[in-house]
């Protein structure tokens, strides 16, 4: 089976203007054949995330008409705001909406499902959207609709932004792309109102950003990011949080939006593999966003010089929301139009920049987690999660079902390039159920087709082995599909185990279950709004390769060493000297210095092909 939402890269979709023109033909052609008497754009299957899809489609036909002055769509354009407004913009309380501050107040919102009390959760993020919508057909509207219906449309989107920012709490969902999106709105709307309205409106944006979002965000791989519904990152909505950031900078100017967003482009940059796959988030832990990611990856991609397109998105939504039809849906649609509005092109090559996060090179990727863990594994078109062993998940020694991977102290790195060779060392102290603190050396190795990994540790008691991670999907074309394989090699014996017991917190990779299934289904809350990384970290068990000590280890020490990827025959030989451990490999020759590193206690690391 194939993952799937984990599609192509999103700099393989063509961004010329011709193609941009093509995608809006259509876009035409569909919202002319759907227009109802009554002006509405809708798709005939949406139900949800409704408030705002109408008047997207708008926007675009009135984007559409600046460019090509296509005469059927003055009159289109006209209808269809005329039926947003006169039906899509309500002032009543909605029955049982939980994040009013102000009762009453008749100021315009949209609505998340249009049956009152139907689900009033979704109606900030769908007033935002509509605010969204709104701003971007005033920036079209000049020519294309008269003085009335034109401060009609003003006077709700101001409505709006009063609602989100007044009747409300702001960002009741802590969602980061929510927040942003709304704090773009303001902006825009900003140019459109008169002086002194407008000036308050900008002055108040930017104060939500700074107090709202910018104080308020959270840490992870060191970088400071802003929240997504309750954690650091959301893999769908992150990348959605950058282009607003892209937005946000593009027409404030303010250096903050700049700064903020090359800081979350660099942690991307720094997570992703080189096939792009990622998973984890708050919320949807494997499904991608596509042309909602589009603007901020290709625009902070540029700013940090690094080819954050490789990002693998849902192409079904390549260029806008569409249904399971095909058909278009007006959701989320200024984002179609920024990313046309952007003349920014594609940065195709990897950054040269160090990252303490990441190594990368060629086709191998390795993405650490804040202890400085592999949090994911990417060699030869294969793709290794976390492996899961009594309840511990991660990479490292394991001796009497206890994982030594969790440092108790200071994690030090080395990189290290030379010889056409990537390195990275982690030294870490770690403390075992005996209480005895031990200091794991790990080191990575790739020549950009293979990649090695050295773990070194004080003896250990009895029977340990290397957790050396869980296979779990590959590169098929475009396509990322299921795997259970795996080509890895090891000094000692390896084993790939498979949980002995069934249910939910032990996870078979043999199954046709994906990671994102299994997360949700241990989760607290129901799928959509449970935290899946927070119901992964449930898990008990999981498929795991299992790596034996070397054999021929030095006194004192049990190293394990394994290769992931294709290679020669895998024979690597250890000798311990004043110098600290060597080790040989068919690729290599690194020396790993003694745990207490150099004068300043930093890891020490020589290499050579």
Request: net charge negative; hydrophobic share 40%; glycine share 10%.
């Amino acid at each position: 089976m194939h993952l799937p939402r984990q599609l192509g890269p999103l700099h393989d979709l063509p961004d010329t203007p011709e193609a941009y023109d093509a995608v809006l033909a259509d876009v035409t052609e569909q919202a002319l054949a759907r227009l109802t008497p009554e002006g509405n754009l809708e798709h005939p299957d949406c139900d949800d995330d409704i408030g705002d899809t109408s008047l997207g489609i708008t926007s675009l036909l009135a984007f559409a008409w600046q460019r090509t002055k296509d005469d059927r769509l003055p009159d289109v354009v006209r209808r269809s705001l005329a039926f947003h407004l006169r039906e899509r913009v309500y002032v009543d309380d909605n029955p049982g909406y939980p994040n009013l501050k102000v009762r009453g107040s008749r100021l315009p919102y949209a609505r998340y499902t249009l049956a009152a009390g139907a689900h009033p959760i979704g109606d900030w993020p769908s007033t935002v959207w509509a605010l969204l919508q709104a701003v971007n057909l005033l920036d079209a509207a000049d020519g294309l609709v008269d003085d009335a219906q034109r401060a009609e449309l003003l006077d709700v989107a101001h409505g709006y932004w009063r609602w989100l920012t007044e009747a409300t709490f702001f960002n009741p969902q802590e969602a980061g792309n929510q927040a942003i999106g709304c704090v773009v709105g303001g902006l825009m709307l900003a140019r459109h109102l008169p002086p002194e309205e407008g000036e308050s409106v900008h002055a108040r944006a930017i104060e939500l950003y700074v107090q709202k979002i910018r104080d308020h965000r959270v840490a992870d791989r060191g970088a400071l990011l802003p929240p997504e519904h309750g954690g650091a990152y959301d893999n769908n909505y992150g990348p959605i949080s950058l282009s607003f950031l892209a937005q946000a900078h593009r027409v404030s100017g303010a250096e903050m939006f700049a700064e903020d967003g090359e800081a979350l482009a660099r942690y991307i940059d720094a997570r992703l593999t080189n096939g792009g796959f990622d998973n984890g988030g708050p919320r949807y832990s494997e499904q991608h966003s596509a042309f909602e990611s589009v603007l901020g990856l290709r625009y902070f991609g540029a700013r940090i010089g690094s080819d954050l397109g490789r990002y693998r998105g849902d192409s079904r939504w390549a260029r806008h929301a569409v249904k399971d039809d095909g058909g278009v849906d007006g959701h989320f649609a200024w984002m179609l139009i920024w990313q046309i509005q952007d003349t920014t092109r594609w940065h195709r090559e990897p950054s040269t920049a160090l990252a303490r996060h990441q190594l990368r090179a060629g086709t191998v990727s390795v993405a650490f987690d804040d202890r400085m863990t592999p949090a994911l594994v990417e060699a030869d078109g294969t793709y290794y999660l976390p492996a899961a062993v009594n309840r511990q998940h991660g990479y490292g020694p394991v001796v009497d079902g206890f994982l030594l991977c969790r440092p108790m102290g200071e994690v030090r790195v080395r990189d290290l390039r030379t010889d056409g060779l990537t390195a990275k060392l982690v030294t870490k102290p770690a403390v075992g159920r005996d209480h005895v603190l031990r200091h794991v050396r790990s080191l990575y190795v790739t020549d950009g087709t293979s990649l090695w990994m050295t773990v070194a540790v004080e003896r250990l008691p009895g029977t340990p082995y290397l957790l050396a991670g869980l296979p779990y999907a590959a590169d098929d074309g475009d396509r990322v599909r299921r795997t259970s394989d795996a080509e890895v090699v090891s000094a000692g014996e390896l084993r790939l185990t498979h949980p002995e017991s069934e249910g939910a917190d032990h996870f078979d990779a043999r199954s046709q279950q994906t990671q994102e299934q299994a997360a949700f289904a241990l989760a607290a809350d129901p799928r959509g709004y449970g935290n899946p990384d927070e119901g992964w970290r449930h898990l008990v068990s999981s498929t795991a390769l299992e790596a034996g000590p070397a054999p021929d280890a030095p006194e004192g020490l049990h190293v394990f060493a394994v290769r992931y990827g294709p290679g020669r025959q895998f024979l690597p030989t250890f000798e311990q000297s004043a110098a600290g451990l060597t080790v040989r490999t068919e690729a290599f020759t690194a020396v790993i210095g003694d745990p207490a590193g150099d004068a300043y206690g930093e890891p020490e690391l020589t290499l050579h092909a």
